[in-house]
């Protein structure tokens, strides 16, 4: 694990599938990486007047969901998880998120409230992922919560780098193995014989020095090189038929894995997984 501690996962709970496959998610990997986990749940009135003491009568309600129905059923033996019913816009998660010192966001990916006032996590997930400044996890209804296997988008930008990071301080204690994949073009034609058919082995020892951070853990790291394909078709291909349990990659930047905010490879991967899905902005 790194120097930087991890400390907190925010994760916003809203009563529907997507929330709670996000809870069990967030407890499950704390439990490999020691820490806590504190659940969020935004509530908005559906009445444009209310008195204080209706208002104390809705959040008392709220707060009792949160801890009985919703909360309590995903508890996990060594796991701390906090509560907190949070009055105002879902997408306040990303505020509270940074004045509670979180390491990561944990939203469902398709979670919808039955009734006024409840996260509808589906344009909340749109939202945080284009203005987040921490790390968001994305995760789909239904899923165990288990990481056995994580697929990692590297290219040896700044937010590779960043991936890389979070993989060492998140997934190294839990002892997944990692797969790692990028995708370049090979030389072109004009290029000598003699390093005609190089480019595989010279992209090889460029992804063994990108991925040492994790190997230098003890980690099983396998590099993938692939060609000729748009690394968000890549990156799914690979994710589906080496059967992940999470894909890791980073966002905002120019090129690679990159261009979040402009509807690049980070938002297409993010409209296609299948699976549970961190996006990791650059550090610092």
Not at 38 to 43: K, Q
């Amino acid at each position: 694990m790194s120097d930087a501690q991890i400390k907190r996962f925010i994760v916003g709970v809203d009563g529907s599938a997507g929330g709670a496959a996000a809870l069990r998610w967030a407890v499950a990997l704390a439990a490999g990486v020691g820490a806590e986990v504190l659940a969020v749940n935004a509530y908005q009135h559906p009445y444009a007047e209310i008195s204080p003491e209706e208002h104390e009568r809705q959040v008392d309600e709220r707060r009792a969901l949160l801890n009985d129905e919703w909360v309590r059923p995903v508890g996990q033996a060594g796991v701390s998880v906090l509560t907190k019913v949070q009055q105002g816009d879902a997408r306040d998660i990303m505020a509270i998120a940074e004045d509670e010192g979180a390491d990561l966001v944990v939203l469902g990916r398709t979670g919808q409230g039955g009734s006024p006032g409840f996260i509808h996590l589906g344009s909340v997930v749109e939202y945080v992922a284009h203005h987040s400044r921490l790390p968001l996890a994305i995760i789909p209804p239904y899923v165990s919560g288990s990481i056995e296997r994580v697929i990692l988008g590297v290219d040896g930008s700044v937010e590779s780098s960043a991936a890389i990071a979070w993989c060492v301080d998140h997934v190294g204690p839990t002892n997944a193995e990692i797969v790692a994949v990028t995708v370049r073009e090979p030389y072109l034609e004009w290029t000598p014989r003699s390093t005609r058919n190089s480019w595989r082995g010279d992209i090889e020892l460029e992804m063994k020095q990108w991925i040492d951070p994790i190997s230098a853990t003890g980690v099983a790291v396998t590099p993938i090189v692939e060609r000729d394909r748009h690394p968000a078709n890549c990156l799914l291909g690979v994710a589906s038929a080496r059967q992940g349990d999470l894909l890791v990659i980073g966002t905002r930047g120019a090129g690679g894995f990159t261009g979040l905010r402009l509807g690049g490879v980070a938002m297409k991967v993010m409209h296609g997984v299948a699976i549970p899905l961190v996006l990791v902005p650059p550090s610092g």
